[in-house]
């Protein structure tokens, strides 16, 4: 099966042009996207299309686990931004 930026993007809400914006306001350098397993197959397809609109920037699929959003890499001083798909926002209470 292939898995598809457009496949990815009509199956599943993303805001591209917000995670540009915030690579773009951090001037990051060097960027982990991290992805549930249930989106991995998809990892390659967004880090492309990460990588041609940012040619400067490295982009690094995270391959370790992912148990939800408070499961954030830890990365200090190995990447300047993580970006993490398909976890739900957190609210305000």
Not at 12 to 20: H, K, R, S, V
Not at 53 to 61: N, R, S
């Amino acid at each position: 099966m292939n898995h598809s930026l457009q496949d990815f993007q009509e199956n599943y809400e993303t805001d591209f042009p917000a995670i540009e914006q915030k690579i773009m306001n951090s001037r990051a350098k060097t960027v982990i996207l991290q992805f549930p397993d249930g989106l991995k197959p998809y990892a390659t397809a967004v880090a492309e299309y990460f990588k041609e609109k940012f040619p400067k920037t490295l982009f690094t699929i995270w391959l370790g686990s992912c148990f939800g959003a408070c499961d954030i890499p830890q990365v200090e001083g190995k990447a300047d931004l993580v970006i993490q798909f398909g976890h739900s926002a957190w609210k305000n209470q």
